[in-house]
């Protein structure tokens, strides 16, 4: 498989809207997610979703899904926290089972914490 990467091009432009939206929105955290497409089946050379940190209830959500069904609930995560860019990330299933959900995990982790026993 080719390895694909971006021209520091549309690198530049990928962050620079995602400073953009951060700052229209509001928003704490804004995560552009790249995902290649196939171009030997018509898709684009690459599609690019703006993602937001989720809400608590965004969250809460998520997780109540998770325990039943996992790919839905990443559904329901994408969905919650598209901001922008290509929609067809979250809509198209094989753009999204194949590509977007994998990187959903980025927007979900924790931080780095610790317990300090006495």
């Known amino acids: 498989m080719e390895d694909m990467t971006l021209t ?7 962050k620079e ?12 955290k804004i995560y552009p997610m790249v995902v290649f497409g196939d171009t030997n089946c018509g898709e684009k050379e690459f599609y690019v979703a703006y993602m937001a940190e989720p809400s608590f209830l965004q969250f809460s959500k998520f997780m109540a899904a998770s325990k039943k069904d996992e ?22 299933e094989s753009l999204f089972l194949f590509g977007l959900m994998s990187q959903l995990s980025e ?7 610790m317990i300090v026993n006495f």
Do not use: C, H, P, Y
Not at 17 to 28: C, F, G, M, P, S
Not at 72 to 88: C, P, V
């Open 71 to 92: 790919v839905t609930a990443m559904r329901t995560l994408a969905k919650d926290s598209f901001i922008d860019g290509d929609k067809e990330l979250v809509d198209n």
């Open 107 to 113: 927007i979900i982790t924790t931080r780095q914490s």
């Open 17 to 28: 809207k995602a400073i953009k939206l951060k700052t229209e929105k509001k928003l704490r």
């Open 8 to 14: 520091l091009e549309q690198e530049t432009e990928i």
